[in-house]
T-cell receptor, first 112, second 117 residues
Framework: GENVEQHPSTLSVQEGDSAVIKCTYSDSASNYFPWYKQELGKRPQLIIDIRSNVGEKKDQRIAVTLNKTAKHFSLHITETQPEDSAVYFCAARDNYGQNFVFGPGTRLSVLP | DAGVIQSPRHEVTEMGQEVTLRCKPISGHDYLFWYRQTMMRGLELLIYFNNNVPIDDSGMPEDRFSAKMPNASFSTLKIQPSEPRDSAVYFC???????????????FGPGTRLLVL
């Protein structure tokens, strides 16, 4: 089955700097890769996603890149703000079902 | 739309007791998912339904866990008997169907924080 790894597990950046979180997946059949943000005590919420027919997607300060050959995808947050502090999860889903496999998460701290 | 609704939000029970968690998906969504979140194991998919039918329950930890979806607007996750290691946050999520391979965005409920003493 699918296996998703995520690095780093924790990340601290200064406000205004960029943050990058990387995920790798094992199943080449996976074709949908969402990123979720979970604030302390709250539910995971989708922030951006990418499909396998696209190499990059951007939404304001957030972007995701996908390298299908290498089977990895990354989340990029620019001009970080304190409210970006949260745990970020990547996930992968194959084209034949709904089995979303989540990475272990990255705790991002944006220091003022 | 009120989003995915879960109840109760918090549950404290004693080992051996039966626990029932409830979920109301977003109206019109064809897929419903049950997840468990712990510090040690992260976010795990337990089971998911499509049009009220269980599709994959391979994530259900053992026979003590069961899930049902009697209609499009209601699902339950039951643990009987409960054990301390079942303590976790249980999330329900729903998504619409779309295209081959199914749905896209999953919308999570607020979760049920379960503590088994």
């Amino acid at each position: 089955g699918e296996n998703v790894e995520q690095h780093p597990s924790t990340l601290s950046v200064q406000e205004g700097d960029s943050a990058v979180i990387k995920c790798t997946y094992s199943d080449s059949a996976s074709n949908y890769f969402p990123w979720y943000k979970q604030e302390l005590g709250k539910r995971p919420q989708l922030i951006i996603d990418i499909r396998s027919n696209v190499g990059e997607k951007k939404d304001q300060r957030i972007a995701v890149t996908l390298n299908k050959t290498a089977k990895h995808f990354s989340l990029h947050i620019t001009e970080t703000q304190p409210e970006d502090s949260a745990v970020y999860f990547c996930a992968a889903r194959d084209n034949y079902g709904q089995n979303f496999v989540f990475g272990p998460g990255t705790r991002l701290s944006v220091l003022p | 739309d009120a989003g995915v609704i879960q109840s109760p939000r918090h549950e404290v029970t004693e080992m051996g007791q039966e626990v029932t968690l409830r979920c109301k998906p977003i109206s019109g969504h064809d897929y419903l998912f049950w997840y468990r979140q712990t510090m040690m194991r992260g976010l795990e998919l337990l089971i998911y339904f499509n049009n009220n039918v269980p599709i994959d329950d391979s994530g259900m930890p053992e026979d003590r866990f069961s899930a049902k979806m009697p209609n499009a607007s209601f699902s339950t996750l039951k643990i009987q008997p409960s054990e301390p290691r079942d303590s976790a946050v249980y999330f329900c999520a729903s998504s619409p169907s779309g295209g081959r391979g199914g749905s896209e965005t999953q919308y999570f409920g607020p979760g049920t924080r379960l503590l088994v003493l």
